[in-house]
């Protein structure tokens, strides 16, 4: 009999000072939509293990990456969470109740908010942090109890201004282990030139999950950031699927097979790049800047 494996959660990032900690971060994302004058509307979506704490009102800080200076601190009220758990009709989920058979419960809650960023002055690339206590405690390829940690870049001086990629989906996948597995992130990029056309590119890459400001996740065994779980083939990652474990760097799916009941972290690096032309003698020379983020998300995968 195969045993069912889920796909949790998906983070941008953000991060914050530990004033207001919630527990059991399950994942997440964060994005951003340019509203004009120096305002962003800021969006950030939080998964939570239903059998750990509740999440309260959030704070994100703003500061300079060239100068580490603090912008300015902001407080996101706690939204109204949807439980997103994947189970069949009429079925429950611990987000429900904690006497559900079915052990599991996954809630979504996004945090919304208008920042107002011409405090910064002359400073263009903003860290954006928020940090949380703790994972789920359920991970078992590092420590549980360690912090939960997001940052993501926004450049605030691009013009036309520039806003967020944006995930489309929520990260939550119902797997077999034995069984190959694909995940496909989905992000979108709104931006568009004064043709319709599109003005930027997206990439992905493995990155360390964090647990603070350039601390890195401690994996446990023989787990790494770019081999965060056992799956056909562990340790060797490169060889061809259904062994290995692949990433597409220009559509960021993921394919695998797990091989195995466990919980752990995964982390990619979202790029935005902008499409800028430079007018030469005798010529037009498309070239890639980058643009308002470079943010790594957060995945966490629950085999069960």
């Known amino acids: 009999m195969r045993t069912k494996a889920a796909l949790i959660g998906l983070l941008l990032n953000m991060s914050l000072i530990p004033t207001v900690f919630s527990s059991h971060y399950m994942g997440g994302n964060i994005s951003w939509t340019c509203l004009g004058n120096d305002s962003f509307l800021i969006k950030m979506t939080i998964y939570r293990d239903c059998n750990g704490a ?10 300079c990456i060239s100068t580490q200076n603090m912008i300015i601190s902001e407080t996101l009220s706690a939204p109204v969470p949807v439980d997103i758990t994947p189970v069949c ?4 989920s611990r987000c429900q109740s904690y006497s559900c ?35 789920s405690t359920t991970l078992t390829t590092g420590d549980p109890n360690s912090f939960f940690y997001l940052d993501a870049k926004l450049n605030r ?3 036309p201004c520039s806003s967020s990629p944006e995930y489309q989906i929520d990260p939550v996948r119902l797997i077999c282990v034995g069984q190959d597995f694909s995940f496909n992130p989905v992000f979108m990029d709104t931006d568009k030139d004064s043709n319709g056309l599109p003005l930027d590119s997206i990439s992905y890459e493995w990155t360390p999950p ?25 340790p060797n990652a490169n060889l061809p699927f259904p062994r290995g474990i692949q990433l597409n760097k220009q559509n960021g799916a993921i394919s695998f097979r797990p091989m195995k009941i466990e919980q752990s972290v995964m982390a990619l690096k979202i790029g935005e790049w902008r499409k800028k032309t430079e007018i030469k003698p005798g010529s037009v020379k498309p070239s890639w800047i980058s643009a308002s983020s470079l943010s790594p998300v957060r995945v966490t995968m629950l085999l069960l």
Do not use: M
């Open 89 to 92: 009709n009429n079925g429950c």
């Open 157 to 159: 001086c691009l013009q």
């Open 210 to 234: 964090l647990v603070g400001k350039n601390a890195p996740f401690s994996y446990s065994g023989s787990y790494v950031f770019d081999q965060p779980i056992y799956y056909w083939g562990f």
């Open 54 to 63: 509740y999440f309260n009102d959030l704070i994100l800080n703003f500061s």
């Open 101 to 135: 058979s079915f052990p599991y419960g996954i809630e979504k809650f996004v945090y919304t908010g208008v920042v107002y960023l011409g405090f910064a002055g002359s400073c263009c690339d903003i860290l954006i942090e928020h940090q949380g206590a703790s994972r």
